[in-house]
């Protein structure tokens, strides 16, 4: 069976947001039909060579495709080896948080990024987040860079750091299927649960597009589909744990995270760091150490609280976890409905793990808002709450549709966890 037989059923229709990506990119890129587009009743609906535009879209509304659209379009003037060797070398030069990880590989970096192979679905997807969503490309970017250079650092070989680049470059791809505004880049820490729900299939569409309309190793795609899994079995979509989570997905979990943390125009390796260690046994080590010596090296940050504020964030933060618990508990008494009784497991789950991370983040000891750790103490406070705000979206939708009753328990008990940031 061809490759895009196997993925007629994924991408037999044209996806609405990547199309609408693709069009948007056309008005400064040279985006054109490679072969004829046909629908599966035979009839031409594009003709070769025709660059794409608004019409292509209404042609395509409702259309059962021959071929995935996405094999039959390339962007001429797109990203080639060359551009992207260019955007990683403007990222090394003025990326001070990302420098003293990337700098001293950078050569080799630089060296490796221009054999990289770029298949011509996945050119065709960077060129048009690189015309029409700026920051999707640029997170591309630093997860190449980054996942190459903690692979470089850990002494890889030169097949070893192409394919981290590659995995890195790639891992986001499933996100041109969901609308923007639902993006980790964009939206993370502040998407209600039915965004959530939308984000979450990202890393199944990429290991379908990496997959099914590449060539690229096995090995990139299973990291592509795995790069929000967590070691500890609390990541999505499949809560894989352990070694059911590859080598190459473990390192680009890693990178993505790090690079999710750095979300604020001052945050640096520290933070990343923070947000790497907060709940023990999430990450692979081999990969977070590296990091995190590197981020020890850097001077201590300066507090921007004081120590009393911080005090009471750190008690209100203490406070909601044990309310947390206690609600969980409480909740966890008598008959429920299978999916209630799934959502209540996997809050109880979440929350267990989060508690053990304020167990040893010190956070609870009278010390732990004075001096050179306060920074530390405001990074740790700030990820636990977003962690918090993630239970929350993970058990509503793990709970699904719910009798009224259950569901009014359910949106009480969520209230209850993400607390938000305190001023």
């Known amino acids: 069976m061809s490759t895009t037989s196997r993925s007629a059923s994924a991408f037999s229709s044209a996806n609405p947001h990547a199309l609408a990506t693709i069009l948007e990119a056309s008005e400064t890129r040279r985006i054109i039909a490679a072969t004829d587009i046909f629908d599966l009743a035979g009839t031409k609906l594009w003709a070769r060579n025709q660059p794409v535009s608004a019409e292509l879209q209404r042609k395509l509304l409702d259309r059962k495709l021959r071929e995935p659209l996405e094999a039959c379009l390339v962007a001429e003037d797109g990203v080639t080896s060359a551009s992207l060797g260019a955007a990683l070398a403007e990222l090394i030069e003025r990326d001070g948080r990302l420098a003293p990880l990337l700098r001293p590989q950078a050569s080799r970096l630089l060296r490796e990024v221009t054999h990289l192979h770029l298949h011509p679905v996945a050119q065709l997807l960077l060129s048009a987040a690189q015309a029409a969503r700026t920051e999707t490309f640029e997170h591309a970017v630093a997860a190449m860079a ?229 920074a530390e103490v405001e990074a740790m406070e700030d990820e636990l709450y977003f962690r918090l705000r993630g239970i929350q979206r993970a058990v509503l939708m793990r709970a699904g549709e719910l009798p009224a009753e259950e569901a009014a328990v359910l949106a009480a008990l969520c209230e209850s966890l993400p607390m938000g940031r305190m001023a």
């Not at 891992?171 to 923007?180: C, F, N, S, T």
């Not at 090995?219 to 499949?238: C, I, K, Q, T």
């Not at 709940?279 to 300066?302: H, I, K, T, Y």
């Open 146 to 374: 980054l996942s190459g250079a903690l692979m470089a650092q850990q002494g890889g070989q030169t097949p070893e750091v192409r394919l981290a680049m590659l995995a890195g470059l790639l891992h986001d791809l499933g996100e041109m299927y969901i609308a923007p505004e639902f993006g980790e880049a964009e939206a993370d820490r502040e998407l209600d649960a039915l965004s959530y729900r939308q984000l979450v299939v990202h890393p199944h569409v990429g290991l379908l597009l990496v997959a099914q309309l590449t060539n690229y190793p096995g090995a990139v795609a299973r990291a592509v589909a795995e790069h929000h899994e967590r070691l500890d079995g609390s990541g999505y979509p499949h809560r894989l744990s352990g070694d059911r989570i590859s080598v190459l997905g473990r390192l680009v979990a890693v990178a993505d995270a790090a690079l999710s943390a750095l979300h604020g125009a001052h945050d640096g390796l520290q933070r990343a760091s923070v947000a790497l260690r907060a709940v023990p046994g999430e990450f692979d080590l081999a990969w977070v150490g590296p990091l995190s010596r590197v981020a020890c090296a850097e001077p201590a940050l300066p507090s921007v609280m004081e120590p009393a504020d911080i005090r009471a964030r750190r008690e209100a933060l203490g406070e909601v976890l044990q309310a947390a618990e206690d609600n969980l508990a409480l909740l966890g008494v008598g008959e429920r409905s299978p999916g209630m009784q799934a959502a209540l497991e996997l809050g109880s789950f979440l929350v267990a793990r989060l508690r053990v991370g304020w167990n040893e983040s010190g956070l609870w000891h009278a010390q732990a808002a004075t001096g050179t750790d306060a």
